[in-house]
């Protein structure tokens, strides 16, 4: 005999002591499915036979089961659960998690308990409890059903538990993990069957009207989101070429609340005929009995959602929170057919709807209707889709995986809505205006940020804490923060006597690793900047939320204002917006946005504290120093040893002067506008789309269009992809670097020519840098070229600073994939406030 | 990095018999950050110079204490510059002269020379002034010349280094033991940590001129590195009784208007939240728990939470407020978190009143309306007290429209300013408020402080 169980039960072992429960749950369940009350029992109490500790045991055994269910696991409970009362705290418990509740009951002779409770040694009940157990059980085992369990298997002596040979779990209805589509869904068609059949077309599907057929073209599936029904002129169509579809397989259906009606009419069911069913019964009298009992069987088969392409997909009609989904359950039902309400009702005498969404924090995207809006909007990863079309509004289609809307308007006003379609002051974007205030549980503590790159991220508390009061004081508005760049590991430490870094440190490190072609890149002396550029400030409010009249922004790689004040910044932008525009960047980009990573000179327009108050002090003190501790050495230099002392101090007084020249290098002064430079290197994203699959080269040429020329503040960066397999190539690129490093550049980058790329041991470094040898002074300090300082600063470890690079990089990444796919803010937030977060671990910072 | 000491009395070279240091010679003390060169590059009868070149190693100079993961804990002046590590060089290659000892001319040693000292560099914060106040009251004739920053960039100033000669007819050890204490008082860092110890190093050697030195307050604190308790007892040693009142607070107040006026803001914003019976108040932004402490008294408060964006602040307010020893029934009405007021916070809802004080100028504009959204439409207390500067009074204190009164001041509001901004409050959240002015009104342009009490 087989028992079918739904995989996702709460199973519930019902049998007097003796029975064999224990027995029959380890023999068909997995060890950690079954939760024992003696177990629990010993836990609280050291020991499985302490009847004190029952309530402790009891206490502890719900919820460990609470846990599980709300984890989605299949969960045994081992213990008698002959009395009712113990078996309804049960059953409440699985309602709780929308978990079917079910039964196995052992229903054994006395004599078989009695005999192996007497076997026992662990422990020896009386034999009147045992017998108590066994009236109990029996006189209520007619009422489990009533109790609320939904299946229940009584297993009759020791034979039929012996005759038992599998336990089948039968997947859930809801679940089609399988079914990736890609899908065309559907909003609230209400008998507007021309509509239907206008939208089928546009959607490129061939579309028989009079046979209420569709030949569904391009490996598509329909799915329609319920209300089929009910206001509009043609219910009977609309239902015949839906069944048509879904029963060829290429259409799945979910049930309205109209839908629902329906069937109760069909089902002869006492029902008003009002809200427009008065108008479906009257079209359907015009049918034929065969089809309203077909129609009747359809609707009664309808499952109340779906959970689709490996659970990144749900469709219900009403919508769906996050703990119902893939779960079955009356109240699942109820909410995918009607929704909540608040219990008040709007102006117009409608219930107020609860806005679900507003709190969805669902890895699914959920698409529904029920509600008719006026435009679709996206709002935390869900959407509405029913744009009232019975009311004279359009028939939507959401197309998945693409997320493209396609519609088509009403060829009629059939109903007038009792509440407006767009009622005035209510145009407002629902995501926007929920993303003005993020929520700080979002943020703070310990947080796991789930990423392509790197799986999980972990950020740790107290790096969290310190993130709050930096990005709450001193960062840009979230809604800017779509990205940060990651920290840049310097290359390894150069074995050659007079480096610490050079490029074979770089070249081996992506050779070693499997990679074959790398990119060298200049690396300009500025500071690094994201630039945000839109075509005009109707897109900053559209897109990303920002009120303030501006055409973008311009951050520092901690989130914070580039510019000190806004004048510049947006004087700045626009010149850098009129340099795209002028190369047709808009339209060849086909955007009306772009997030440029890139390095903003010269180094001092933001620099300026830092150099003051450390490289021209240091300067300034260690040339003057050096320079009187030279005049008192000469002065004495007649003695042998003054005069060698001298020699030592003249070439560390050398050091001194290149310390200062080092920094001169990249500072001018900046009177105008014009005396700024950016250079562009990476194209993270435009309007739908990042650039992550595309190689450095393709990035450095596109970038390089809109660079260089009379007045551009966008110059080029100079570049050249090396063969690491070609040896001459090789020493071309190190001489190259020479001869940056020698004219005083402060070094280059070194990447894998693909943008990201992963080796043996997982991702590898985006980015690599070799810095100069003078350069270096204002790092190491002025004289760390000393032999005897050079020896001990080669002891330098770099494994924090690649670990931090990695993830810094996953988590910048995510963010703009994030953003770029429309997320709600709170995820692209998550991750930039963790890539923040993550910059106050402990790592050297000349580094 | 460098110390001459210069004197032409006759003969000169006595210099070699005070310091102990042959003239002839070049030698070489090690301490514990590098080592120092001693030698004379000129010793004659009529003129003899000493000088002291310290070799600090750069790579090992990194502070055992403070950040270690700031660049500038790696690239910075110290190898260069006269700072306390000088002192130590000091007393370790001239200890006998500092400890007034003289092996071969014991005569000498209370004798006063002229003498002339060379410092280079030697930085000083607070300028010239300074290093008038500190030598000029010991008697020193003072000469110095600034460095500036960076000879190609003109327009970014001087530093704050000088080459400094000092020239005085002195003992050489009284000369050594002024030094020793006021070259890390006028560089205002030390390199090691300062404890106890520090107290009697300070005593010792400035004994006989300290005590009545006219900046002995400024030179014990910075010398024992503004850790104010040891300065309070190091004062008190000196002084014996009358302990002046400044040093017994801290005042970090930078605000360019009278302490007081806090005081006086902290007071009225108690009395306005307990102006009703409510029982719980967060205040939003509470600092250093100024306004807790006030709060707390007043038994009829169940509840009081406040709420920091700075977990140093909060922890320095847990201290103020001795959360860690109150009865566990006071405890309990009390709680500190760590949250930002442009994020949604949950913890906050529920309160009956809330406090901004001076809050809202510290944030950007444009996250000002995250703070409203958080504060009146998220938390909704039943009363909001908000108070902010009155930009307009500014003027009885600067000619400089632009100035804020704080570093920190994203912004400051005229009196209509912050009037408009309350009728949007109100328009948008439903609360009614009436403005009230704290502090002292001045014709025109109003009081110091603006406060708004809001309710719904």
Redesign the interface.
Known sequence: MKIQMPELSLVVMVGASGSGKSTFARQWFNKAEVISSDTCREIVSNDENHLDASDDAFDLLHYIVGKRLKRGLLTVVDATNVRSEDRKKLVALAREYHVLPAAIVLNMPEKVCLERNQERTDRNLAPHVVISHINLLRRNISKLREEGFRKIFELRGPEQVAAVTAIEREPLWNKRHGEEGPFDIIGDVHGCYEELCNLLTLLGHTVDAAGYKVQVNNGRKLVFLGDLADRGPATPAVYKLVMNAVNDGVALCVPGNHDNKLLKFLQGKNVQLVHGLEKSVAQLEGEDAAFRESLKLFLDGLISHYVLDNGKLVVAHAGLKEEMQGRASGAVREFCMYGETTGETDEFGMPVRYNWAANYRGKAMVVYGHTPVYEPQWFNNTIDIDTGCVFGGKLTALRYPERELHSVPALATYVEPTRPLRIPGEGNNLQHEQDDVLDIEDLMGKQLISTRLLNLVTIREEYTAAALESMSRFSIHPKWLIYLPPTMSPSETSTLPDYLEHPAGAFSYYSKNGIRQVICEEKHMGSRAVVIVCKDSEVVKRRFGIEEDSIGTCYTRTGRAFFNDKETEQAFLAMVHAALTERNFWEEMETDWVCLDSELMPWNAKAQALLQHQYAATGAAAVNAMTETIAALTAGADNPAIASLLKNYEARAEMCHQFTDAYRQYCWEVKSLSDYKLAPFHLLATEGKTYFDKDHAWHMEQLGRYCGGEGNPLVPTSWRVVDLEDAAGVEDAISWWEALTAKGGEGMVVKSLSFIERGERGLLQPAIKIRGREYLRIIYGPEYTLEEHLTRLKQRGLGAKRALALKEFALGVQAIEHFVAKEPLRKVHQCVFGLLALESEPVDPRL | ??L?ITTRHTPATDLGYLLHKHP???QEVEFGKGKA?I????ANEQEC?C?L?LDID??GLVRTSGN??????????R???ASSLMSTAIVKAFSSAINGKCKDKPELVDVPLPLEV?L??L?VSGGETVLHRMFDPLGYMVTATQ????T??P??GN???F?VTLTQTITLKTLLSHLFILIPVLDNDKHYWVNREEIEKLLAKGKGWLESHPERELITRRYLRHQSSLANDAMAVMMKDDMPEELLSQDTVTEKVKPRLHEIRLQQVCDELLSTPVKSVVDLGCGEGKLLKLLMPHQQLTHITGMD???QRLEIANRRLKIDRLPDNQRKRIRLI?????????RIEGFEAAALVEVIE?L?P??L??LE??VF??AMPGKVVVTTPNKEWNVTFTEDTAQMRHS?HRFEWTRAEFQEWCDKIRAAYGYVYVIKSLGEEVAEVGAPTQMAVFTR
């Open positions: 990095m460098l001459t002839a010679k070049v060169h030698f004379y590059p000129v110079t000088a070149v750069p790579v270690q993961f700031a660049l500038e804990q790696y690239v910075n002046d190898p260069y510059v060379k280079s560099v930085p460095h500036p920053l960076d190609q960039f327009e970014w530093s704050r280094y080459t964006v700075a977990s760590q949250g930002s007021l442009t994020y949604r916070d949950r510290h950007d444009d996250r309306k995250a959204k958080c439409g998220y920190d």
